[in-house]
Every structure is written in structure tokens, then in C-alpha cells.
């Protein structure tokens, strides 16, 4: 498997197709909750715990919209500076959306007590939250940041891409209902779609190599 | 070109995502939490019922005089006409008592960046007695006797309906005319966004509240039977919970009830329907516009609790405090001769005060409601269509889980009772609780207790205390400020029952010993 390296050349066309779509999909998520209230007033559609709920579950939504294309990508076979790049913009962007899902959770449902969120989500799901949040941050600095990646950061980043969306996968498609279960047997079937894609190239490669070597 | 489309795409999606976080921002700024002390939670406190922006409510009387003055400008402002009690310069910006200012919209409770009005407990629980020759005095407890709620009431309503004098940009010229300076961008902006919503709400209701009066017509006790003091308690309960107009066949008026040491009763409400002072508080709050969404807002829940806590303990005033020369005049032979007639026939029902402790002591039959066939006052208020069926509504109204769930067998009927009558309830400081019976159909103590007869035809309004006969005096003819013309033979208003110690003139009755009687009663706190 090729190590996505941070060198880089972000070209507009790219940023503008990751960047825009994130900024008016997270704007909406933010601020869907709030249009009955904006728009029909005198009407108790929502309470303010409500509102926060909304946006946790639409920032959840968003992303999971921009870790699929990343996990595709990141996994898809083969190599080029094109697909790297996408990959970053969606593993940042989708971070950025988490982040926001994160603070919304932890910060404001759970009144930014950890203790509060053991309590509430139990020591298994908590635990892995948390790892997400800190992995995946983790490995957007190391992919931003670090110029030439060693052996244990293509390693862990090859972990963080199997396991980040298999906490997803338990809680979108195991636990809950509704979107974002659909949300997550799209993430599902796309990963290992890919994941097998990939299988097949090589195994068609060894088998194409194979005569010759004969 | 499509470089220049990539960048303007980039630079609108990015300043409407800044946008968005600087307005999230902005709005957790916005409704800045507020601890209340009781007192102050009973004055100013909110109770989730915000009606309109801080803006509107300041100008609004201004654009409607033939609304809220309907008396003519000469005869006061809208505080005066409607009863309200005058606030302070400076304190909750000078509005008057009863209305709670808060940074949350109507409803949801969601922050809003301008302030709105709303009510809070001193609006109908704080009373000014006029005193004959003497200044006011506000008496904090104490049923507001003056304040025409719901014709108020009415008066916005109409106001809110009008579209053609109502806009926001009279309302804009309103108040730069009024204050020399213009509404501000969120001001403007909210107001466009309040008044089409609200609007909206009240044209929706119209065939639940009907079409509200205004001017001369809601001084009019033949078009508002409430009148000054009276509400119909169970009314918007009815239209918020079980969505039915109320009208039929709906007489069942209640004064505004006083409120000294509520810690001495466990049941409230005349007919002693609900068991718990905050559930009675939050249905009231109900009942005036909050929601169960926004009284859950700490902010709201707080001042509701702080000012039922405030009452708990509340203290009603002495005789000797506000007539001190009547109170001089007092005979203590008569006093003490009155004490025992009390004794012999009030006590068991109302209790008395330990004189040595400080302390109501309630009798034996005090919190037993009393059946309508035997206390024989108006039973409208008993036996409205939906008296059965509300009880299980408003239970099923708030969801499992709701901190604020009233208990099933906190109302009744239900299974703590299903009698229909009046409860028994402790009197402290008797005297300022006037006008009397639960309908406010007695204007006196002097005619409650039958030492005089009770009169048919009275006037209402901000009337001048009584503190010879003890109660409310009523002119002969309506006057600018006492108006309302109170028909005890209209459905509702019936001053009959209650003959405790004897009917006026009836076997056994002792005008001698009723005149004791009425001179320990001033006394009684």
C-alpha cells in the first residue's frame, strides 16, 4: 500500500470542490435547527436541548458525507498526487465536521465533563470517541505537517483508516436508526468495496507478473 | 473566468460559515443566565410567557390610545385604566409591576438578541389597597383587585390584529418618535420576524379566543364578564390543551387569588383542584403563554420556583399597619368577644392564629372541600363541561420525563377526590383578601359574614378600601377609575352562599354578635 505523503500541491479546482460543499453543508447544519424558530415564530417546535441535538446529529451526518470519500480514496488502488490531495481535503474536512459534532456533544449535551460522558455513554463507546477525536486530529497533523512520513505514521494511518470507520460502523449501523444508518451501510459497502477492488488488482497484478517470472 | 468562479465560490461559502459561527457567537451571548433571588423571582421573575419585544411593548399603548386608554387620555395612562401597579424609574426599566423582561422568544425559548416582555407573579399577586385619604399602599400576596387582565389582554390582541396600523414600520416610526432614536438592525430585524409569526398565531386562534374587544367595549361587563381581578382560570388551559373554545357554557369566574403563607394549605385553587404549589404555578404559566419547552430553560424554572418559594412563608399584612387611626378605634372587648364567636363557628374551617407562636393553625375541616350543595355559593366554577375531562388532559399534556409533570393524583377530580365544591382554606390576614368568595362577588367582610346585606348591583375597578365595613366601597354610579358594572344575577357572579355564622336576618342571627365578630376579623393576620 502506497503512504499518502504530505507533499502536496492543492490546486484550486480541488480545494474549491471539498472546501465549498463542507462550508454550505456545515453552515446548513448549524443553522437548519434554527430556521422554524427564525421563520415560524410563536411556534414550540424545538427547544433549545433540541436544537443542540439537531446539530449533533446533522454535524454526524456531515461527517460521515466526507469520511467516505476518504476512506475510498484512501484506500482506492494505485497512486497519484490527484487522489492524495482529495483524500486530505475530505479526511480534514470530515474531521472539521466531528469536531463540531464533538463539541456539541461533549461540550454542551455533557456540559465538557468527561465524567459526565462515561456516565452517560458507558466506558466502551466513550473510550472509543474520544480515540477517534484524538487519532484522527492526530493523524491530520501528522499528514499536514509531517514531510516525509516514516514507516509507523503510513502504519498508523492504515489503522486509524480501519478503525475510525468501524467505531462508525457500531455506531451508525449496529446502534442507531433512520439516516444515518443508511449513512452507514453506504460507508460500509463503500470501504469494502474498495477494499476488495484493491485485493483483486493486486491479485490480478501477481498473476499477470507471474508468467513471466515462470 | 472559472479561477474567478472558484475563488468567489470559496470566499462566499467562507464568509457565510463565519457568518454562522459569529450569530452562534452572538446568540449564546444573548440570553445571559440570571440568578433570582424569591423576592425578586416573585417581582420581576420570568415565567416563559414573553408575549413581544421590549420595543413593541413601549410604544404599543402610544399607537393604540382608543385601546389601551379607553377611558380618554385625561383619565390616565393604560397603567391606570387597566389597573396595573406603577414600577420604578430605573428598576426593570420602569415598567410596571408583573412584567418579567427576558432575552428569550416567545414559545421556544430560543435567545433572542432583543428583549421581550413577559408576566411574572406580581402582575396578579401584589395588590395596591386605596386607602380613603390617604396614599396607596402595595400589599405583596395579595390579589391584585384593580387589574383587568384580560380586557388588557384584548387590548394587544386587537392591536396585533390590526394590519393596517400595526406594521413594523410604524412601529419604527413609534418609537424613534417616542425616544428620538431609531430601533437597531436586530431590533427591526426581529421585528420582522415577531410580528408576522405572532400575528399569524392570534388569526389561527380566532375561532378558539374569538375576536377580542377593545376601547369602551372591554370595559363592558355585558361583552367581558371577567372584569377587573377575575380571570376564568381553567379557560386557556382548555383551548392550549384539550384545542376547544371554551365557550360553551364556560361561566366559571375566579378572583386573583391572594397568596400569604401558601405553606399553610396543600391543596390550592378554590375548588382545591391541584395539590402542588409549583404545578399550580406552571400550569398557570401555562395558561398565560409559556410552554412546556420553555419552562424547562433554567433561567424560567428557576424564577417559577424562587417565586413559589417566596410565597411559602409570605406574610400578609396587619389591619394596624395600613388604618392604624381605624385600627386605634378598635374595642378589645368586641375584639375578644368576636374571638369566641370565631371559635365557635369559622375556626373549625379556617383555622386560626397561634397567638403565641406566630403560627396558622389550621382547624379541623381546613383542606376538605366543601360539596356545592352545602356551601351553596356560585357553582359555575365547579361545574364548567370539561371540569371531568381536563384533569387526564393535562397530565397526558406533558411527556414521560418532563421535570415539570404535574403527579396524576396531584388533580383532581381524580384519584385524590372527586368532590365538587369549595375548599376550606386558612385566612390569614383576612382583611386584605377582599373581594370575597371565590368569585369575588362579596365586596366586604361586613357582607360576607352577613352582618349587612349583600349588594346585587356593584362597581369595579381601582376601588377605594373600606375599613370600617372592611373590603371594597363602590360608588353609585361608574366612575373613570371603578367602571365595571358587577351583576351578581349574571351566570357566574352569584353572591349567595357561604351564611356562616347565620343568613342576613335569618334564624339565629345576631347583628350585635356579627359586629364583634367583624372587629376580631380586622384584627385576625
Partial sequence: MQALNSRRHITLTQFTATFVPFALLLSAALMVPEAPQILEHNRAYYNIELLVYY?????????????????????????????????????????????????????????GSLREVYAKQGVVIATSNLLDFAWWGFDLVL???????????????????????????????????????????????????????????RRHAQLVVSPSEV | MKRFLQIAAICISALLLIGVFVFLFMESRWAKPRHFEKHEAFLYGPTGTELMPLAVFKVLPDMFPDYFQPAGKEAGDWIDQFGFNRGQPGVNEGLPLGFSITNYRPKSGAPSPVAFVGFSCSMCHVSQIWRPGKDPVLVEGMGNYSVDFIAWVDAVRSALLNEDRLTVDSISEAYEKKFNQPLSFSEKAMLRVWLPGTRKFFKDNLPKYDEPFHGLAARDSRLMPNGPARTQPFRNLIRIVLDRPATSGDNAFCKVPTLYEQGNRVWGQYDGSVGNRLSRSVLAAIATGATIENLIIPDVSNGVIGAVDYTVTLKGPRYEQLFPEEAAKIDPAKVERGRQLYMQYCVSCHGSRNTQTGKWENGQFTGQVVPIEQIKTDPERVNFRYNESLPDALYAFFPDGHPLR????????????????????????????????????????????????????????????????????????????????????????????????????????????????????????
Avoid at chain 1, 153 to 169: C, E, K, S, W
Avoid at chain 1, 170 to 196: D, N, P
Fill in chain 2, 406 to 525: 404535574p403527579k396524576r393524583e396531584d388533580i383532581r377530580p381524580g384519584p385524590a377526590g372527586t368532590t365538587r365544591g369549595y375548599i376550606n382554606q386558612p385566612i390569614e390576614s383576612v382583611f386584605a383578601r377582599a373581594p370575597y368568595l371565590h368569585n369575588g362577588a362579596v365586596m366586604t367582610l361586613a357582607e360576607l359574614i352577613n352582618l349587612k346585606s349583600r349588594r346585587t348591583v356593584f362597581y369595579r375597578g381601582a376601588n377605594v378600601y373600606d375599613p370600617i365595613d372592611v373590603g371594597l366601597s363602590s360608588p353609585a354610579q361608574p366612575e373613570t377609575a371603578i367602571y365595571y358594572r358587577f351583576d351578581t344575577s349574571m351566570r357566574g357572579n352569584s353572591n349567595q352562599g357561604h351564611d356562616y355564622p347565620w343568613a342576613y336576618q335569618g334564624p339565629g342571627w345576631n347583628q350585635a354578635a356579627l359586629e364583634d365578630l367583624l372587629e376580631f376579623l380586622k384584627t385576625m393576620w
Fill in chain 1, 55 to 111: 446539530r449533533t446529529i446533522f454535524s454526524i451526518w456531515l461527517t460521515m458525507a466526507f469520511l467516505i470519500p476518504a476512506e475510498v480514496l484512501f484506500f482506492w488502488p494505485g497512486d497519484s498526487p490527484q487522489r492524495r490531495n482529495y483524500w486530505l481535503l475530505c479526511w480534514t474536512f470530515g474531521f472539521l465536521a466531528f469536531a463540531v459534532h464533538f463539541y456539541y456533544t461533549i461540550g454542551i449535551i455533557f456540559h
Fill in chain 1, 143 to 201: 499528514a499536514w505537517f509531517v514531510k516525509k512520513e516514516a514507516k509507523w505514521i503510513h502504519v498508523q494511518r492504515v489503522l486509524a483508516h480501519l478503525y475510525i470507520p468501524l467505531t462508525f460502523f457500531v455506531s451508525a449501523v449496529v446502534i442507531k436508526r433512520g439516516f444515518v444508518r443508511g449513512l452507514g451501510i453506504v460507508m460500509t459497502v463503500a470501504i469494502v468495496g474498495t477494499l476488495l477492488l484493491r485485493f483483486l488488482r
